[in-house]
């Protein structure tokens, strides 16, 4: 069962890694495959997991880990050709692959947010969601 903890007051994104955690080696990709990414992140049952209310989360059921951009690296197609989205305070930009439609990632400055419903591999049931008021910040 995925346990969940309480929301903060004042969330601090992106979610910060455990110190001196062993980075892991993921693989996530578009439905289509067409668009494939590799990354190096903590095992993801040690990092909370975001789960966000804001419209376009609740809307793609994103569940978001940050993975700062030095340890994301595209191995088939390439970002700047996805097209992006971006609405509110356009803080973010939301990417998703226009062939299938899937919603692989968004990104700020520093990080990109990855989608763990595009990676391979993830155990649902092990991870501890950390959920964000999105709706109404």
């Known amino acids: 069962m995925t346990s969940e903890t309480p929301t903060p007051s004042t969330p601090s994104l992106p979610v910060k890694w455990p110190e001196n955690a062993v980075l892991q080696q ?5 439905h289509c495959k067409k668009f494939a990414f590799t990354f190096q ?7 909370p997991v975001v789960s966000c209310n804001c419209s376009i989360c609740t809307q793609r ?22 097209p992006s989205y971006s609405f509110g305070r356009e803080r973010v930009v939301h990417r998703f692959y226009p062939n299938c439609g899937s919603g692989v990632s968004w990104s ?9 419903c595009s990676v391979e591999g993830v155990d ?3 991870l501890t969601l950390l959920r964000l008021d999105g709706a109404n910040t």
Not at 26 to 30: E, H, R, V
Not at 108 to 116: C, E, F
């Open 26 to 30: 993921f693989t996530g990709s578009c």
């Open 41 to 47: 992140h903590p095992s993801l049952d040690t990092v």
């Open 61 to 82: 059921g994103y569940l978001v880990i940050y993975v700062p951009t030095e340890y994301f690296t595209v191995v088939e197609g390439s970002m700047d050709a996805l």
């Open 108 to 116: 700020g400055k520093t990080v990109v947010a990855v989608n763990l």
């Open 124 to 126: 649902f049931t092990r």
